[in-house]
């Protein structure tokens, strides 16, 4: 089944957060958590698992920090990196074609200029060799996420849609003004964007999922295109110095509100566990 026929009617529900599954295995996370397609082949195909049993619509790839910059390790190159975290979805999605793969694209972590370090064709370069990895391995769409530079993301929108005929969603992270890492606003980001033939677009992980609905309302008069929303499990407190994790319940309960504004694709970020998808899945089953 493809997005399109999955999508009709409801609202698709995205898997949480992968690293923070890793380290609940006792794994470290501090270098690239894809070297682990390797050698805890089982593990990430058990997190995949235990999403869908969740009641995730679609699992995403372990390939975030799959780019070429971003992805040290001399023994794997990133060609075998990504087609292998697609080859073990596939296998966690176990021939249910009711449950969609994205292929996950991370930043480069060095952005485009003026604010980053690469020119716009270096960085569409870089993602037009994932994006025809992950082309050949035959994903369902393609995530491009975690977007923390507006022209680092048309680069890689810009690729994805030369090289594939895929469904693209994007989601932006914000800091706690609201505005993307390289000083644009979302307003700009969204009037960017909207100009793409892509699917989505949204935010994930920053700034925490409390009162996040507040921006997917802004984002909702911004555009046509559906909208996507992927909190971390921060609420800020103390005048945003220091921030609590919140539960499954609230964060649900928070999802809900988002969905209430417009939001049709759902899912979590950082900190997020299939624990978390169980109970949004619970909620969206009483809609
Ligand atoms: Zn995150």
């Given at each position: 089944m493809n997005y399109q026929v999955v999508k009709k009617n409801k609202v698709l529900l995205f898997d949480g957060a992968m690293g923070t599954m890793i380290k609940s295995y006792g794994l470290n996370i501090n270098n690239s958590i894809e070297i682990y397609n390797f050698t805890e082949e089982e593990t990430i195909k058990r997190i995949h698992r235990d999403y869908i049993k969740a009641g995730a619509d679609i699992i995403t790839t372990n390939?975030?920090?799959?780019?070429k910059i971003r992805f040290k390790n001399d023994k794997y190159d990133i060609e075998e990196v990504i087609s292998k975290g697609i080859k073990i979805a596939k296998e966690a999605r176990d021939g249910n074609d009711r449950i969609l793969i994205a292929y996950d694209i991370g930043p480069?972590?060095?952005?485009?200029?003026?604010?980053?370090?690469?020119?716009f064709d270096e960085a569409y370069e870089i993602f037009k060799k994932q994006i025809i990895i992950a082309e050949e391995n035959e994903v369902d769409l393609i995530l491009i996420e975690t977007i923390l530079n507006l022209e680092e993301c048309k680069a890689a929108i810009k690729a994805a849609k030369d090289y594939s005929k895929l469904p693209v969603l994007c989601t932006f992270t914000l800091n706690v003004d609201g505005?993307?890492?390289?000083?644009?606003?979302i307003e700009n980001a969204i009037k960017e964007v909207n100009?793409?033939?892509?699917?989505a677009v949204g935010i994930n992980c920053s700034p925490g999922v409390k009162d996040i609905y507040i921006i997917v309302e802004k984002i909702k008069e911004l555009t046509e295109k559906e909208i996507m929303v992927q909190p971390n499990t921060r609420c800020y407190i103390d005048n945003l110095k220091d921030f609590i994790e919140i539960s499954e319940n609230e964060f649900s309960e928070e999802i809900l509100k988002c969905i209430k504004k417009g939001a049709k694709i759902i899912g979590g970020c950082c900190g997020t566990t299939p624990r978390y998808t169980k109970k949004i899945k619970e909620k969206l089953s009483k809609l």
């Open positions: 390939t975030f920090g799959a780019n480069t972590g060095v952005g485009v200029k003026p604010v980053g370090t690469l020119t505005e993307l890492f390289d000083g644009n606003s100009k793409l033939d892509i699917e």
